[in-house]
């Protein structure tokens, strides 16, 4: 098991910034892919973005490509998601998650990841 707990949500105005951080628990962490995904009321969940688990490669959705950022900090099990220029429509619940094994195209899957946070609200007001 490898608990994670989100961090960092909000309401902000359009245009506005957050940091999302996911925590997790365990001495495994830094050998875990991690990801971000949301969901929004009355829609599917939605990949953001993924990190290799030594952080040399970074994956994003098309729609929040140069405007999110994902890092990680294996020495403090912790990985961020920076979100700049936020819009209304990604106002949604970010879950943080975690893959023992996943390859670059199936980062974007869901179902490739064996552990979920219990996900932190952002919301975009115009």
Do not use: H
Not at 55 to 84: E, P
Not at 102 to 109: M, P, W
Request: glycine share 10%; net charge positive; charged share 15%.
């Amino acid at each position: 098991q490898v608990p994670l707990v989100e961090s960092g949500g909000g309401l902000v105005q359009n245009g506005g910034s957050l940091r999302l951080s996911c925590a997790a628990s365990g001495r495994t962490f830094s050998v875990y892919s991690m990801g971000w995904f949301r969901q929004a009321p009355g829609k599917e969940r939605e990949f953001v973005s993924a990190i290799s688990w030594r952080g040399s490669t970074t994956f994003y959705a098309d729609s929040v490509k140069g405007r999110f950022t994902i890092s990680r900090d294996n020495a403090k099990n912790t990985v961020y998601l920076q979100m700049n220029n936020l819009k209304s429509e990604d106002t949604a619940i970010y879950y943080c998650c975690a893959a023992t094994v996943v390859t670059s195209n199936f980062v974007s899957d869901y179902r490739s990841y064996n552990y979920w946070g219990q996900g932190t609200q952002v919301t975009v007001s115009s």
